[in-house]
């Protein structure tokens, strides 16, 4: 089953941000200096758009909650 729209494309910035270890499958948390954390926010954002997402959903998928994020992905797997 092939899936389109909207939904489709989160779902593939997630698995995006599950390979590059960003937004809601981060190994650390944000750092605590704004400076840094804005820092590392923007090189994210930079990573997704690299790979062909629109801000809109890059900002979408790097707010995710990690578990809702797992979650989706798990049920994209399972069809």
Same mark, same amino acid.
């Given at each position: 089953?092939?899936?389109?729209? $909207?939904?489709? %494309?989160?779902? #593939?910035? +997630?698995a995006?941000?599950?390979?590059?270890?960003? !937004? $809601?499958?981060? /190994?650390? $948390? *944000? *750092?605590?200096? *704004?400076?840094?954390?804005?820092?590392?926010?923007?090189?994210?954002? !930079?990573? +997704? /758009?690299r /790979? !062909?997402?629109?801000?809109?959903?890059? %900002?979408?998928? +790097?707010?995710?909650?990690? #578990?809702?994020?797992?979650?989706? +992905?798990?049920?994209?797997?399972? !069809?």
């Amino acid at each position: 089953m092939r899936r389109d729209g $909207p939904a489709a %494309e989160l779902d #593939s910035a +997630l698995a995006q941000c599950r390979r590059k270890r960003i !937004g $809601p499958f981060a /190994a650390a $948390p *944000p *750092p605590a200096d *704004p400076l840094a954390a804005r820092a590392a926010r923007m090189k994210a954002l !930079g990573a +997704l /758009a690299r /790979a !062909g997402f629109g801000r809109e959903v890059a %900002e979408q998928a +790097l707010a995710m909650d990690p #578990s809702e994020a797992a979650e989706r +992905l798990l049920a994209l797997r399972q !069809g």
